[in-house]
Each structure stands twice: as C-alpha cells, then as structure tokens.
C-alpha cells in the first residue's frame, strides 16, 4: 500500500469535511501514521509455493476459504477496512454470501475458466477463488492495485476505476478477455453498478454469470448515490423481472438490448445484511 492509497482509504473523507486548521494537522500525521502502518500491512504470498505446503485448501468449500483467506464474502471476517495498526483478531460477522456462491460455483469447480472481481481490495477472494477453482485464471480488479498481496501464475491483479466507462473500456473490455464469472464488489455506487453490469456483460461466456455484491447500497446509503440519477440497478433489475420497461442516462441503446436480449435469469438475494443479484447468461 503507497502513501495515497493510505491516506485515499483512511483520511481523504475526514480531510475533506475538515476545517483549515484541521486540514493541516491531518496533512502533518499522516506521513507518520503512515510509517507506523507499513509495520502491521499484511505480508506479500505467492499462492503457486503456498499452495505445494496447503494443499489441502484445494479441498475447501467456498466459505472455508473466504474465511481462511479473510473476505468478508463469507459468515466471519476479521476487519480489514481499518488501520493495519489496529486491526485485532476479533472475527465479526460478514456479508454471507457464501451460502449462494457454493451453489452456482460447485458445477463450475472444475472448469478452465477466467474470473474477474472487480473491487479487490487486499485479494483475499482472489486467493479463495484461486483454491476452489484450481484449473482457473483470476483477475482482480482495483482502484487501487498496490493493495494487492497475493502473487500465481493463474492470478493477475491490475488498475480499473469502476466510476469511470472509460477506464472499464480501456483497462478490461480493450483487453478482449472473456470471463465465465465476474464479479462486482467496487465502490457500490449507484452509477457504477449500472456501468459495470451493461457495458461488461457482453464479456460472459455463454452460460456465465454476473454477481453484483451490496446491491442495496443506492437504496439504504445516501453516499452511495450523491449527485447520481435513479433508477438505482436493483429498481433496473426488477423492471426487469415484472417485464417492465426502463431507462437509465447510464446505459446506451445497444448495451440495454444487448442485455436483454442475452440474459437468462436473475436472482436478487439476502446474505447477512445485504443483497447481491446473481445474473445468468443465456
């Protein structure tokens, strides 16, 4: 983790609301509490030599090994949004989304498959994804790539900023890479869940799927939807179900039909606190 991502994640919204002289001081600690976090980051793994010692982890369902790996995708995590210096070893509960994810993985398991997440923050999917699908290749996608701790010949960690349609188009459509599962878990923005659904789904193979995690976000959270225009995507979705027709600023024509006329199903889900949409490709 740099310097900006540390002060992006921890202090760029408390910098932000700061009065001036509040500014400054935020401005003079930062560098030290930035030294004295580069000590508790968690360390570099190179999952291809962990793996020859963990073998066992091939074995795994999907939940073992999010929380083996520390992803809150599972039913407990350990904080990891917090200071490196103070996270502790308290296991909190998380997202739950597990439950759901072994039932539309396990058919997959063994396939020679590529995955996306998009928002992967330290990797810890990544690494889970990595053990349960083990013939598969996997790509996280972040806005802040550095973060990155994990390292494999079939894992491949680069920058994508998920608020932007041109970043998407020139960080991973360009790159003309076909996924069987994506996976979107970035900012939760209102617009963003919209952009990364409609202009990425021509991506998914045949019978893939497309997940987009805290779908709820625009709806329960007004900072995930500050100066955005509804529908919010779960409103989309269920347009979609009933039937209904729908329009967004965010999506052009060809990206609305496209969509619609190549999708197969749609499930909006409950883990533990939030919804997911689960999206099959025809």
Sequence with gaps: MNLKTFYVLFYKHRFQKANFLRKIYILLIIPFKYVINLFY???KKN????????AYLFTKDI?????????DKGNFYINQYTHPSKKNNKKIVAHGYSKYYENIFKPLKDNHMNILEIGSFYGNASAALYFYFKNSRIFGADINPDMFIYSSKRIK????????LESIKENIIKKNIHFKIIIEDASH?????IISLFYLFP?????????IEELDFPESRVDMRLDQEFPDLKTILKDIINRRDFNSIYINDYSKKYFLSNYESIEILKGNFNQLAIIKKK
């Design 47 to 54: 999952l291809d030599y962990f793996s020859k010692e963990n």
């Design 41 to 43: 980051l968690p360390s």
């Design 63 to 71: 939940n073992f090994l999010f929380e083996y790996f520390n992803s």
């Design 189 to 193: 923005m209102l617009k963003d869940q």
């Design 157 to 164: 960690s680069f920058y994508v900023n998920s608020s932007s």
């Design 203 to 211: 991506l998914i193979e045949s019978g893939g799927i497309f997940i």
